[in-house]
């Protein structure tokens, strides 16, 4: 199943400059890990806010949750998830 996952991080500003690279550095590498593994296919920043809109694919809803729970920004992420279906046009001999 392929799922248009929407984030916001919310990260405190209170959160120290040093814990927040050791989070991106976290993010940067799980989300590489995750694209190894065929789940995280398209990754695009939303310009002028602290977003991204993900292409992701999983078995099922609760493979990709727990892709999303893996990432280290997890707990401050505010996460929007579509399951997206094949259009009819988009079928071969259409």
Do not use: C
Not at 4 to 11: I, Y
Not at 30 to 43: M, N, S, V
Not at 73 to 85: F, I, K, R, S
């Amino acid at each position: 199943m392929e799922f248009l996952v929407r984030s916001e991080n919310r990260l405190p500003p209170t959160i120290p400059p040093e814990r927040r690279e050791e989070l991106r550095a976290g993010e940067r590498a799980r989300a590489r890990e995750l694209r190894d593994a065929g789940i995280l296919k398209r990754l695009w920043r939303v310009p002028g806010r602290n977003a991204t809109v993900g292409l992701y694919e999983a078995e099922d809803p609760a493979q990709l949750h727990d892709a999303l729970m893996s990432l280290p920004m997890a707990p401050w992420l505010d996460v929007t998830v579509e399951a997206l279906a094949t259009h009819p046009q988009e079928q071969k001999g259409t």
